[in-house]
T-cell receptor, first 113, second 113 residues
């Protein structure tokens, strides 16, 4: 009940397009859902996070959509730019995981100019 | 403020040896957590230290251990290295714990030959 499944594994999007990455979790007690962005040679950096009291959160070109009943959340990157090319990780945590983040396997995103 | 600093950046060891990795968190951050990252596997949580006490532990064998000093700096030790321990080891710090924004270092790339 502690898994977070992330898809797709890799994604190629044209510049200016919309990038969409999906995650599904199993534990209904999870209450914190962050997305991290990682560039080669660097550690992950928090991009945006959501808690289940809202269904959507937007920060600039990045939006998290959250569907509590389906136990799914997704990251949308609008107007994707070559600088967005990175690996993206979703994660989830809550009291049941002792607040340890349970991570998805990552999505390698390539934005073609 | 300086970011999270991990040393060394790269390390090559042979099977059976032991290794110590170091992490200096952001000033004022009391929580330090460690992660193992391997290609396609996402991040696996090792443990978290808060005010010199181990507060959370992941599912890794006892060969993996850590500690935190009074200045919040942390070390991770792996004894009797195995080939499968080859990975990027990441350290993250936060003000209060795992359920908030984590600031990651660039990691230590460990290769076990």
């Amino acid at each position: 009940q502690q898994q977070v499944k992330q898809s797709p594994q890799s994604l190629i999007v044209q510049k200016g397009g919309i990038s969409i990455i999906n995650c599904a979790y199993e534990n209904t007690a999870f209450d914190y859902f962050p997305w991290y962005q990682q560039f080669p040679g660097k550690g992950p950096a928090l991009l945006i996070a959501i808690r289940p009291d809202v269904s959507e959160k937007k920060e600039g070109r990045f939006t998290i959509s959250f569907n509590k009943s389906a136990k799914q959340f997704s990251l949308h990157i609008m107007d994707s730019q070559p600088g967005d090319s990175a690996t993206y990780f979703c994660a989830a945590s809550g009291m049941d995981s002792n607040y340890q983040l349970i991570w998805g396997a990552g999505t390698k995103l390539i934005i073609k100019p | 403020k300086a970011g999270v600093t991990q040393t060394p950046r790269y390390l090559i060891k042979t099977r059976g040896q032991q290794v110590t990795l170091s992490c200096s968190p952001i000033s004022g951050h009391r929580s330090v957590s460690w992660y193992q990252q391997t290609p396609g596997q996402g991040l696996q949580f090792l443990f978290e230290y808060f005010s010199e006490t181990q507060r959370n532990k992941g599912n890794f064998p006892g060969r993996f251990s850590g500690r935190q000093f009074s200045n919040s700096r942390s070390e991770m030790n792996v004894s009797t290295l195995e080939l499968g321990d080859s990975a990027l080891y990441l350290c993250a710090s936060s003000e209060g714990g795992l359920n908030e924004k984590l600031f990651f270092g660039s990691g230590t790339q460990l290769s076990v030959l």
